[in-house]
């Protein structure tokens, strides 16, 4: 129950935007990399409102991003996360992007301040995401390592166990991930092995499809690898453009991300 006096909407508004050069969300881990030598910045609104509120904060070598999921608008009660074995979890149990509010927090390190741009360090979130607030870090406060983690204590222990799968690669799957690197710098091996060395079965947070008649294809931002299982091996058989070529003409390349490296490797790997 609520009375008249209760809100049923608020509005937020962004005080600026993150720029990571992380178009996809599969290129945005679900934790920030510490050890990665990686630079965001965080683009203020040229307010002087906002400018001023970041007096005293250069002090702080880490602060807390609030931020919003903004490529989301669904939210489910009951999520699948991507770490661990599939089991659905309670959202509220979870750090999912369907959630009833999309609200995202994350703790960065704050490497500078120069005008309306705060330079942060490994950064999770993909670029463009909208900015509500800025807190600084008090590890004093922020900081109770020794609380319990609930369930990830369990998922905690899974990945510290060997991968149970190993990998292969088809001399075709070897020839498209080499030329990706070279000739675009687009290198997602580290991260789908990750994955499929774990569990390579159907997931659909993990993004993984099964095609039928023993095939998978896992998406990886925007490209897929298709493969299959045998025994403890995952087989890469090819990789794949993620969108059709008709979709790649029709789009300029800030609406699609990889879109001009996806139009060569059209012309250059005719898909199967």
């Not at 029709?250 to 490296?261: C, G, L, N, Q």
Request: net charge negative; proline share 8%; glycine share 8%.
């Amino acid at each position: 129950m609520t009375d008249d006096a209760t809100p049923q909407e608020l509005v937020i508004r962004p005080i600026g935007y993150v720029r990571t050069g992380k178009s996809v969300k599969f290129a945005a881990l679900h934790q920030p990399d510490e050890s990665a030598e990686e630079r965001s910045v965080l683009e203020l609104l040229p307010q002087e409102q906002l400018r001023h509120g970041l007096q005293d904060l250069a002090g702080f070598s880490r602060i807390w991003l609030v931020w919003w999921f903004h490529r989301n608008d669904t939210w489910r009660s009951l999520v699948l996360p991507p770490r661990g074995p599939a089991q659905r979890r309670g959202v509220f149990a979870t750090r999912s992007p369907h959630r009833p509010n999309a609200l995202g927090m994350t703790p960065v390190k704050l490497l500078g301040i120069d005008g309306f741009h705060l330079h942060l360090g490994p950064c999770d979130l993909v670029d463009g995401t909208p900015v509500f607030d800025i807190k600084p870090y008090i590890p004093a406060y922020d900081a109770f390592p020794e609380e319990s983690s609930g369930w990830l204590e369990e998922v905690d222990a899974w990945m510290r166990q060997e991968p149970s799968y190993q990998m292969e690669y088809t001399t075709l799957a070897q020839s498209q991930l080499q030329w990706l690197r070279a000739e675009w710098g687009i290198d997602f091996v580290e991260r789908m092995e990750e994955i499929l060395q774990r569990d390579p079965m159907p997931h659909r947070t993990r993004r993984i499809r099964s095609k039928g008649d023993g095939l998978y294809e896992i998406g990886c931002g925007a490209w897929r690898a298709r493969y299959r299982v045998l025994g403890n091996i995952v087989g890469i058989e090819s990789i794949r453009s993620g969108f059709p070529i008709e979709l790649l003409l029709r789009f300029h390349s800030e609406e699609i991300p990889d879109r001009d490296a996806q139009l060569a490797f059209h012309e250059k790997w005719s898909a199967p």
